[in-house]
């Protein structure tokens, strides 16, 4: 069971950052993508390992992914960090965004709130809503960034505006009370 949310969740990863426009490069991603829809995980790491090495964020994020996962490959906390660092430093918006998170929770002891924000900001320029709602929570205690109510106020809106903005699924029963809410603030 545990291995099956594992791959679960490495397919929501997938499928998530698939929605995205990005620089792809054609050719061993995409064939990536077949072998790791076929369940040959190894496969797809190694087509995207050629790509990642020659410059494909989505690619590195990929590979940054299956380490942290250890799905077709050994679980590697350091090379996870390095392929999402590299994507992130390409400008993948999802890497930064995870970039953020790792700095703020600490997860590859690496707690700095500062270099969370970097990534946060990065991320949301971007318009990365998730990255804009997390900035947004910072701004509010201060944690990395100084505590700044009209920022913190700003960003968790825009996050909220750019969420409305896409067909996200929500039903009305969880949005219109959302937003009769920001209508009185």
Partial sequence: MKKLSKILATTIFFVYLLSFKQVVYAGDFESGVSAYKNG?????????????????????????????TGSGVEQNYEKSFKW????ALNDHAMSQLKM????YEDKYNIKN???AARWFHLAAAQNNPRAMY???MMYTTGKGVEQNSSS??????RS???ICSMNVGL???????????????
């Fill in 84 to 87: 999402f660092q590299r994507a």
């Fill in 113 to 115: 709130f500062t270099e």
């Fill in 100 to 103: 953020g998170f790792l700095n």
């Fill in 171 to 185: 039903e009305s029963s969880v949005m219109v009370p959302i937003l009769k809410a920001r209508e009185r603030s």
């Fill in 152 to 157: 913190a106020v700003e960003l968790h809106n």
């Fill in 40 to 68: 040959d995980i190894v496969q797809a790491y190694l087509h995207w390992k050629k790509e990642a090495e020659i410059g494909s964020s989505v690619a590195q994020f990929n590979l940054g992914v299956l380490f942290e």
């Fill in 160 to 162: 909220l505006d750019f």
């Fill in 134 to 136: 997390r900035l947004s």
